[in-house]
């Protein structure tokens, strides 16, 4: 049982967002356009999670820790964006039991706020194409401060914006980043048991708790605050 947080700040792809059907078109529609081979879905599924600028250097080199050469990336990085930005949510889905548990979090009086890595370009038409921006008090992108998670950054200020103290917080999750940015920040963290973290299992890192849908969070928590 964890502790009743007042604010819950939940991560974006592989977390709320099934994002990875427009991801991989863009990719591939990218590698198309420079002459390349496209990549199986699968393959792209793993190097989800880190923004689009670090999944477009990966899908160049091929691998998840891979750099492509400087030109390749000015050439392919320009291409993903204006594919994504016209895909942002053409085939994303929310994942099963996000938009009830989100309701189910709202009427028990949890402030949401939504934090992911993901540049507030793609993300807020994302959030809105889905019908869930509204339901968040505060939506932190990937580049609404100087850094990202896995730094405990974005955390810190959505307590500090909602005043809200980070031993008061939880983060929801899916990847490491997730799980080492709200170590970090103080914050409790729970983990979604499909999410994408590279194609590793999230019980590897050691999160407070993992559940197999948001419609769950609230049975985790304790009435001690």
Not at 2 to 21: A, C, F, N, Q, R
Not at 158 to 174: F, K, R
Not at 201 to 224: K, M, N
């Amino acid at each position: 049982m964890l502790k009743k947080p007042e604010l819950i700040l939940i991560d974006v792809d592989g977390t709320l967002v099934d994002s990875l059907p427009d991801l991989a078109h863009c990719v591939n529609a990218m590698l198309l356009k420079l002459g390349m081979e496209k990549h199986p879905e699968g393959r792209i599924r793993k190097w989800v999670g880190n923004g689009v600028e670090r999944l477009t250097r990966r899908a160049l080199a091929g691998q998840l820790d891979g750099e492509p050469d400087d030109e390749l990336f000015c050439k392919g990085y320009p291409l993903f964006l204006d594919c994504y930005a016209e895909n942002t949510s053409r085939h994303s889905t929310l994942y099963p039991g996000v938009r009830a548990g989100i309701d189910k979090l709202q009427s028990l009086g949890f402030t949401l706020g939504s934090v992911t890595n993901k540049i507030s370009r793609f993300t807020i038409p994302l959030l809105r194409g889905l019908g869930v921006y509204d339901d968040f008090e505060i939506v932190i992108a990937g580049d609404t401060l100087e850094k990202q998670k896995p730094d405990p950054a974005p955390l810190l200020y959505a307590a500090q914006q909602t005043g809200i103290d980070p031993e008061n917080c939880l983060m929801v999750g899916d990847s490491i980043s997730d799980v080492k940015a709200a170590r970090a920040a103080g914050f409790q963290i729970v983990c979604m048991s499909y999410g994408y973290n590279h194609g590793n299992d999230i019980r590897q890192t050691s999160p407070d708790a993992v559940i197999d849908s948001l419609e769950h969070l609230d049975t985790l928590f304790t009435e001690a605050v």
